[in-house]
């Protein structure tokens, strides 16, 4: 029985974490539509601000993680960044009718790296640490 009650914690801290990458996505894809808006940009540019918007999500997500589960923050982020990516990868093929490409393997990169980083930094960056 414990067994199963920590791996639905497990899983509810990897739904946290996911909930903040859609929610972080969702707000630096807007920030970077409202430029778009404005100036005319490249294609390059769209697609970097695609890949900076995911991996900023991906930072979030693998921070958030980590913090809450207190440690294994390399661990805890890549699983995140996978999570992440994996969802997206779902949302993109079942988009573009099975489109794969090198973009996809750089966002893969880019998110996963992003949330070993958010959470290496959620399990060391202590709220109560004293300087002296």
């Known amino acids: 029985m414990n067994g199963n009650a920590n791996i639905a914690g497990k ?5 946290i974490g996911l909930a903040f990458f859609i929610v972080t996505n969702l707000i630096f894809t ?5 430029i778009l808006t404005y100036f005319d940009l490249s294609d390059t540019a769209t697609v970097v601000m695609s890949v900076v918007s995911l991996a900023l999500g991906s930072l979030i997500s693998g921070f958030i993680t980590a913090k809450i589960n207190g440690s294994n923050g390399l661990l805890y982020g890549l699983l995140s960044g996978i999570v992440a990516f994996l969802l ?7 988009l573009n009718f099975g ?3 090198i973009f996809t393997v750089l966002k893969a990169i880019a998110m996963i790296i992003s949330a070993v980083i958010g959470g290496i930094l959620g399990v060391n960056l202590k709220r109560n640490k004293k300087i002296i």
Do not use: D, H, Q
């Open 11 to 15: 899983v509810k801290i990897f739904a």
């Open 30 to 34: 807007s920030i970077f539509a409202l």
């Open 88 to 94: 997206v990868l779902i949302v993109s093929l079942v």
């Open 99 to 101: 489109a794969f490409s």
